[in-house]
Nanobody
Framework: QVQLVESGGGLVQAGGSLGLSCAASGNIFSIKDMGWYRQAPGKQRELVATITSGGSTNYIVSVKGRFTISRDNAKNTVYLQMNSLKPEDTAVYYC???????????????WGQGTQVTVSS
């Protein structure tokens, strides 16, 4: 069984910073891409940032220069540092990872439970 457990998030004023982390655990053989998505009320879930196992990153335009995705492969953990937060960043943030379990040796996409980020104006 593979699990992604998120931590961080909360309430912050505009211009402030928050950090999220997401740790993968369980029957893991390897982890490929990891990423963060978000879903605001009444909107579709959108990709925020991704990072490959080699450390290559991609961001949506609206967060470039403000958010930083990183990972610790030894800890099977992905992070999202969010700076200069804006009210429009308010959403539930989900981590995502493509993981190959030992038992199946096939890649599956797993999701975290989601964590609320609220930015007040």
């Amino acid at each position: 069984q593979v699990q992604l457990v998120e931590s961080g998030g909360g309430l912050v004023q505009a211009g402030g910073s928050l950090g999220l982390s997401c740790a993968a655990s369980g029957n893991i053989f390897s982890i490929k891409d990891m990423g963060w998505y978000r879903q605001a009320p009444g909107k579709q879930r959108e990709l925020v940032a991704t990072i490959t196992s080699g450390g290559s990153t991609n961001y949506i335009v609206s967060v470039k220069g403000r958010f930083t995705i990183s990972r610790d492969n030894a800890k099977n953990t992905v992070y999202l540092q969010m700076n200069s937060l804006k009210p429009e960043d308010t959403a539930v943030y989900y981590c995502n990872a493509k993981i190959m379990p030992f038992t199946t040796r096939v890649d599956y996409v797993y999701w975290g439970q989601g964590t609320q980020v609220t930015v007040s104006s």
